[in-house]
């Protein structure tokens, strides 16, 4: 099975609500072209107090080793949450590694004493599809943002 299970306990007050790739929910995989911009979004409830949280992407080769890690707060992004709905999203200005499956997963971690934190996703498929005109794998420009969700909101 291509899933993980949650590192999340009962009491972490994080709950993972959904996730979406390019705009469409993910069940088992996701496609995309090599070289092109994707964005994923999770969007949490949280009932408690979260201090520093940071928003991790990771993208597995598939024998398990780490290709790419994006961290939000390389990039200056960890964020203080109360109570309420989240919608977080890490978006690439393009993602240029060689089409192939992969395995990719968001990790939400607060390192902060207060309120510690390690809720990985579900793992999923990512495959990417094209031509083959890489020979090796390069770092790609990236960002983090998050809003508050309206909890007037149906999904």
Not at 11 to 23: C, D, E, H, I
Not at 31 to 39: A, P, V, Y
Not at 47 to 67: A, K
Request: aromatic share 8%; glycine share 6%; with cysteine.
């Amino acid at each position: 099975s291509t899933h993980s299970k949650n590192c999340i306990k009962e009491n972490s007050g994080v709950r993972l609500v959904g996730m979406w790739f390019k705009g469409k929910r993910i069940e088992d995989e996701v496609f995309c072209n090599s070289g092109e911009s994707i964005w994923v979004e999770a969007e949490i409830e949280v009932s408690r107090q979260i201090f520093d949280l940071i928003l991790n992407l990771e993208l597995e080769l598939p024998n398990g080793e780490t290709l790419l890690h994006l961290r939000s707060d390389m990039v200056g992004a960890a964020w203080n949450l109360l109570p309420g709905r989240y919608r977080l999203y890490v978006r690439t200005a393009n993602l240029p590694i060689k089409p192939g499956i992969y395995s990719m997963l968001l990790r939400f971690v607060s390192l902060n004493s207060r309120s510690p934190l390690l809720l990985n996703s579900d793992k999923w498929l990512l495959i990417v599809e094209g031509k083959d005109p890489l020979s090796g794998y390069v770092s790609v420009q990236h960002s983090f943002d998050i809003r508050k969700e309206d909890s007037t909101r149906q999904h």
